[in-house]
């Protein structure tokens, strides 16, 4: 099962930031947070991840908050072609290389 | 850099013949994901390989579905008689395993398999 949690849905007007929201309660002090985002008919699309210091690249911010139960993707200045199903994950441990991904969340950028 | 390649895009075949996907890795990725998604059931994954061996095949369904790395940069995910329940787009993803830090997939664009 996943182990994060996301609102289903979420819209943005094009051009403001974009906020997307995950919680992981239960992640353990040597999980990492991974982004991904798939757009329509698209593979997955490798985003941004963190351990506890948050993290920026030219996509994306990653703010994990301190006691690293939830975070936040930021999308600085979205764009129409930003619209897609956001994932959240939290990496399985033990050596394993298995990203779960849940349900994710759809992320509409309006004009 | 090409990006992980598969092929074919799209399979349309009937129930009991053999489907052949194919994925070609990343130059110099050690690591090999196969994932399945429907609407049902999400983005599962099958199976996965770490310097050609494989390291976790639970997800795999059933016998039907085999996975094979040839070499260190191509796999093949083969189902053996398909059924219209494997109708799925399945994906295949590559990585450079390193550390926990630096481990990243790139997925492939995914094969759309319709079995009729």
Redesign the interface.
């Known amino acids: 099962d996943a182990k994060t949690t996301q609102p289903p849905s979420m819209d943005c007007a094009e051009g403001r930031a974009a906020n997307l929201p995950c919680n992981h309660s239960t992640i353990s002090g040597?999980e990492?947070v991974y982004w991904y985002r798939?757009i329509h008919?698209?593979?997955?699309?490798?985003i941004i991840?963190g351990?506890k210091n948050n993290e920026t690249n030219e996509m994306a911010s990653l703010i994990i908050t301190e006691d690293r139960k939830s975070s936040t993707l930021i999308l600085p200045h979205a764009t129409l072609r930003d619209t897609a199903v956001y994932?959240c994950i939290v990496?399985v441990?033990g050596g394993?290389?298995?990203?779960?991904?849940?349900?994710?969340m759809k992320l509409t950028v309006n004009p | 850099d090409a990006g992980v390649i598969q092929s074919p895009r799209h399979e349309v075949t009937e129930m009991g013949q053999e489907v052949t996907l194919r994925c070609k890795l990343i130059s110099g990725h050690n690591s090999l994901f196969w994932y399945r998604q429907t609407m049902m059931r999400g983005l599962e994954l099958l199976i996965y390989f770490n310097n050609n061996v494989p390291i976790d095949d639970s997800g795999m369904p059933e016998d039907r579905f085999s996975a094979k790395m040839p070499n260190a940069s191509f796999s093949t995910l083969k189902i053996q008689p398909s059924e219209p329940r494997d109708s799925a787009v399945y994906f295949c993803a590559s990585s450079l395993w390193q550390s926990p830090s630096t481990d990243t997939q790139y997925f492939g664009p995914g094969t759309r398999l319709t079995v009729l």
């Open positions: 040597n990492y798939q008919s698209q593979g997955p699309q490798y991840h351990l994932y990496r441990t394993s290389e298995k990203l779960v991904f849940g349900k994710g």
